[in-house]
C-alpha cells in the first residue's frame, strides 16, 4: 500500500478529531487508528502543526518554500562571487 500524502488541512482536521477523541476518553492509539493514521504520525504533525489554524499553515508551507528558494539563490551567488575572486587573482 502506498503512502498517502495529506493536505495541511487535512493535518489540521485530522489533529482536532484526535483531540476531541481524547478528550471523550478514547485513547490515543484508537483515536489513531480512527483517522487511519499510526500514532507516531499524529505525534509528528503534532509538533509541526499543533495549535495553527489553517492560514497560518498555508502560510507557514509559503514560508518554506520561499526560503528554500532564498537559499539556492545565496548559494549560487556564493559560487559566484568565489569564481570571480579566483579570475580576479589569476588562479585559473
Request: charged fraction near 30%; glycine fraction near 8%.
Amino acid at each position: 500500500m502506498g503512502r498517502k500524502i495529506h493536505k495541511t488541512e487535512e493535518i489540521i482536521q485530522h489533529l482536532r478529531t484526535h483531540d476531541l477523541n481524547v478528550g471523550t476518553g478514547m485513547s490515543k492509539e484508537e483515536s489513531a487508528r480512527q483517522i487511519g493514521v499510526t500514532l507516531q504520525t499524529l505525534n509528528s504533525w503534532k509538533r509541526e502543526y499543533g495549535g495553527l489554524r489553517v492560514d497560518q499553515a498555508k502560510r507557514l508551507k509559503e514560508l518554506e518554500l520561499e526560503n528554500v528558494r532564498l537559499k539556492k539563490i545565496v548559494a549560487n551567488l556564493t559560487i559566484d562571487n568565489s569564481i570571480l575572486k579566483e579570475v580576479a587573482e589569476g588562479n585559473f
